[in-house]
């Protein structure tokens, strides 16, 4: 609607004239002024297009003032819309490097003209916005400020089908996503283009794409837009990982945060990303850098500045369709699935008017209709397929008649449909009964063929007929099924009976108390087909759809029930006791033997593990959260085929079983926030011994522990461990029996503020590749136990990564870094004492050649660092070095010529830095320098008038800003 996307045009303009996008078009072209006038001039009417919208509909007058405005704004988009166009072609004339130096690509004559032209065009639709403005005649208000409207809020769902004319990029990002030959944990690729290329859309279908499923852990899609918030994208990491809203404050999110993506090979999409300060992204990115190695973010943005402070692989640069697959994208559009193939005609047709678009057809956000209109509109569609969303059905006024109309069981290619309520609108004077709804929803029947339905926001409190009383008939071949916010329903419909019914979940029905299976006299199976049974925020629900008094069809039978799930999640159902059923009995039967992932959180009545779930003997993951246990079960060595087990707040557990030393296939054990367990003593106080078991154990986290003083005896007994995390504990000191470890790849001490020293046999871990310290406020790792330099006498030689991150009592660099043989990652961060060109005597720090592995460089706010140590002019195979916050920096040596593999060099807020040496002329490798807020020395390398200028200008890739 014309009064709706005009405000949504405001947005759109206000963005892309932010003040990063001014500032980078001013460097190319020197139309700042007029630009920031322009969205001055826009800005100004933000205000009352509001109350512009309210009354579009009431006043000939406003409407007509209101679609002139429209044809205005529309020309400012094109305006802007040119300058990406040209700023692309310079890229993709110097090559397609993102990075390079911006180049002339006019010719002098050339340059002038665009400038002129551009410059006119500006000034031109600006003022036609003034005339239009001028020559209102009416009033309008002023509404009370809000933020102004945002680019609709993108998620992860992709509408089943091609990715028309994006096959290569697709492959290229999968490619990205997929790779483990990785040196950091956490790599990051930007994908950049202009607005409307499809960039969301590219990234939706990777996102789905089953290999990139199955090869992460843990996948979260966030639309960050123009607003950063970063409590707002923490908060909805969160809930696209625990499905419900967290009112944290922000300490507590991102401890929770963390504590969700650490040591877990996650991916996270960062969609939609404007914001190009360099401080906002370091807050963001230090709280993502805990994933397991592998670990994948992908931003879009049309900003090449945020892709200058983000990225660690080059950006990708989204170009347009050829005209080929424009076409083809057209035709897919306009026409049912078979038809355009079928009619020859209609090729020319779309090739004619790919021309007139000049051949720049994009593929946006294809074939997901959704209807804000009258639903009567929708009846002669029947060729629709795929998925239908109608929304706001709320905000219904009309007669259930038109509803009919809508005809949906005549749709018969449709295959998943979803039904949102929204809210009511309280200016229509209308009010919705339970019954009223009931009879919009039976006029909404969808087809027979149907395969998934959803249904969100419904009112009423329970269900129509044909989803009460005949729901197998009406709608057999249902694959999946979903309830959410459906808060005055009490009962849902029969679904037990499904045949196909593979995925149900239930989320925020606040007045369900029961899940009736509805099986029937002849059934042979309750849920025959379920795999993934989902209920989330239900908090009157009493009872699971479980129960072990079925008894026997009329054919004598034994019903079986939920022969075929395989994941079970239970979240934050206050009422609900797993132990029985919903008659109140104790739950006892044998099956579940499909069952693999049990994930069980925040229900206050679990204070031990049900019997039915001890007897499935098949489970591979159980994660247990927020609930009042107080024990697990001697019988845990049951679980046979367990693979990882997660114990997260629970904060009446104090102890565990001895029966967990036979837990033959266990991979990963949690635990994390349990104030009172003791994992070194069992349910009489005594040691606990495993007598060597978990042999298959790798990789262990102990996180917010307060009794955990020591490792525990069955730990250091784990002699396959892999990774161990140790985080928010009273670590007093590491055994000297670490050396048992000698499979440990990975050891992480975060937040241990009573750790001291490290133990001397650390240096017999001859698997360990990387090593991390954070927060440890107390420990110093240049010295031992007795104060006494400490010396690893060669060890470590398989370490490849160290990161040191806050740790206020380190004053030098530890003595045992210099005889490390395989170091290829340094990161040194904010420690307040340390001086890395000195060591523990005070002496210039020099490694005399060492490190010769070394490849990558990160040093950040280091107050006592003045000049480049001597160590990192001596690591000749250095290929990267990133210096950022280091406000006393003032000098680079011309020693820096030595490091002739450097191919990348960073230098960020070092505001003491003004000059570079003479030797960076010879620095032949060279590739990328980046000099960003550095004051003076930016200045200084400005191209052609700066003083540095001649030093760098070999340098292909450069950005100064």
């Known amino acids: 609607m014309a009064e709706a996307v005009i405000v949504s045009i405001v947005g759109e303009i206000v963005a892309s004239l ?383 008649e038109e509803y009919k109309a809508a005809n949906l069981t005549g749709k018969q290619s449709l295959e998943s449909l979803e039904l949102k309520w929204g809210g009511f609108n309280t200016d229509d004077a209308v009010i919705w009964t339970g019954t009223r709804n009931e009879a919009l929803l039976d006029a909404l029947q969808p087809p027979s063929n149907l395969q998934e339905l959803t249904i969100t926001g419904y009112e009423g409190e329970s269900f129509p007929r044909w989803m009460m009383d005949s729901l197998v008939s009406s709608l057999p071949n249902l694959v999946e099924v979903e309830f959410k916010d459906c808060g005055r329903c009490k009962r849902l419909s029969p679904l037990g009976q499904l045949p196909h019914l593979k995925i149900l979940r239930i989320s925020r029905l606040d007045e369900l108390e029961y899940i009736e299976s509805g099986h029937s006299s002849t059934s042979t199976a309750s849920f025959p087909s379920l795999l993934k049974l989902h209920i989330f925020y239900c908090k009157k629900l009493k009872a699971m759809p479980l129960t072990s008094h079925l008894g026997d069809n009329i054919s ?173 504990c009273d670590l007093k000191a590491l055994p000297e029996q670490i050396e048992a470890f000698r499979s440990l790849q990975r050891l992480e001490i975060i937040r241990c503020r009573s750790l001291t020293s490290l133990p001397t046999e650390m240096r017999r871990l001859a698997s360990l590749t990387d090593l991390v310290f954070i927060d440890c406020e107390e420990l110093n790792i240049s010295k031992d136990e007795s104060g006494n330099i400490l010396d690893f006498h060669g060890g470590l030689q398989t370490l490849r990564s160290l990161q040191i991150i806050r740790l206020p009592k380190l004053e030098s660099l530890p003595h045992w870094i210099l005889q490390l043989r395989s170091l290829e990652s340094l990161h040194i961060e904010e420690c307040e004492e340390l001086d890395i060109s000195k060591d523990e005597s005070g002496n210039i720090l020099d490694f005399h050649g060492g490190l010769q592995t070394l490849h990558s460089v990160f040093i950040y706010k280091l107050p006592k660092l003045t000049s480049l140590p001597q160590w990192v002019l001596q690591a000749s195979n250095l290929k990267g070095l990133n210096i950022i916050g280091c406000d006393n920096l003032k000098d680079i040596p011309e020693q820096i010529e030595a490091l002739q593999s450097l191919q990348t060099l960073r230098i960020h807020t070092c505001s003491s830095l003004t000059s570079f040496p003479e030797a960076m002329r010879r620095l032949t490798s060279l590739t990328a320098l980046y000099i960003m807020y550095c004051g003076e020395l930016g200045d200084s390398c400005k191209r052609q008038a700066g003083e540095d200028w001649e030093k760098i200008a070999h340098i292909p890739n450069k950005i100064i800003m």
């Open 18 to 400: 932010a003040p990063q996008a001014i500032e980078n078009i001013g460097k190319l072209w020197g139309n700042k002024q007029e630009l920031e006038a322009l969205r001055d001039t826009v800005s100004t009417l933000q205000a009352v297009l509001d109350d512009a919208e309210e009354q579009y509909y009431r006043s000939r007058e406003i409407k007509d003032w209101v679609d002139r405005l429209k044809g205005a704004f529309y020309d400012a988009l094109d305006v802007l819309e040119e300058y990406n166009v040209e700023a692309t072609r310079q890229e993709l004339r110097g090559h397609n490097k993102i990075f390079k130096e911006v180049r002339k690509f006019f010719s002098g004559s050339n340059q002038v003209a665009f400038i002129l032209k551009m410059s006119h065009k500006v000034r031109a639709v600006k003022k036609r916005i003034e005339v239009i403005e001028a020559n209102r005649k009416f009033g309008l208000n002023m509404l009370p400020e809000r933020e102004w409207r945002k680019r609709e809020e993108t998620h992860s769902f992709a509408c089943e089908g091609d990715i028309i004319g994006r096959d290569d990029d697709k492959e290229t990002v999968k490619k990205f996503l997929l790779d483990l030959d990785v040196k950091g944990n956490v790599s990051i690729l930007p994908i950049v283009g202009i607005g409307g290329l499809g960039k969301t859309t590219l990234a939706q279908h990777v996102y789905n794409d089953k290999m990139v499923s199955e090869h992460f852990e843990l996948k979260m899609w966030v639309c960050v837009s123009n607003d950063f918030d970063m409590k707002k994208i923490v908060k909805n990491i969160l809930a696209g990982v625990m499905k419900e809203e967290l009112n944290y404050v922000m300490e507590q999110l991102q401890n929770e945060l963390r504590r969700v993506i650490d040591g877990r090979r996650y991916l996270l999409v960062l969609d939609d990303y404007w914001d190009a300060k360099l401080e906002t992204w370091l807050k963001l990115k230090s709280l993502l850098v805990g994933g397991a190695r592998g670990s994948k973010i992908l931003i879009t943005t049309r900003l090449h500045s945020v892709a200058d402070i983000t990225y660690t692989t080059l950006p990708y640069l989204l170009g347009g369709l050829s005209k080929i697959k424009s076409v083809d994208l057209l035709m897919q559009m306009a026409f049912p699935k078979g038809e355009e193939t079928q009619d020859p005609d209609l090729r020319p047709i779309g090739e004619e008017i790919a021309r007139r678009l000049n051949c720049f057809i994009l593929p946006k956000d294809k074939a997901c209709a959704k209807n804000y209109g009258k639903l009567g509109e929708l009846y002669g569609l029947n060729n629709i397929r795929g998925s239908l969303c109608i929304e706001n059905l709320g905000h219904v006024t009309d007669a259930v």
């Open 556 to 728: 004598g039978q034994r019903v079986r029930h939920l022969p075929n799930l395989v994941d079970l999640f239970v979240w934050l159902c206050d009422e609900l006791d797993l132990c029985k059923d919903e008659s109140g009995n104790i739950l006892d039967f044998q099956g579940l033997q499909c069952l693999r992932y049990v994930n069980i959180k925040g229900l206050p009545k679990l204070a031990y593990l049900p019997q039915w779930l001890v007897q499935a003997s098949n489970l591979e993951l159980l994660k247990i959260d927020g609930c009042n246990l107080k024990a697990l079960p001697e019988q845990i060595e049951a679980f046979q085929s367990l693979q990882r087990l997660k114990i997260v707040s629970c904060r009446s557990l104090i102890s565990l079983p001895k029966g967990m030393q036979r837990l033959a296939s266990l991979t990963d054990l949690v635990f994390d926030n349990c104030d009172e367990l003791d994992i070194s003593k069992d349910e009489r106080s005594n040691i606990l011994d495993f007598h060597g078991g978990l042999h298959s154990l790798r990789h262990v986290k102990m996180n917010d522990l307060p009794k955990l003083a020591y490792l525990p005896q069955w730990l250091v007994q784990a002699s396959n461990l892999e990774l161990l995390e140790i985080r928010d």
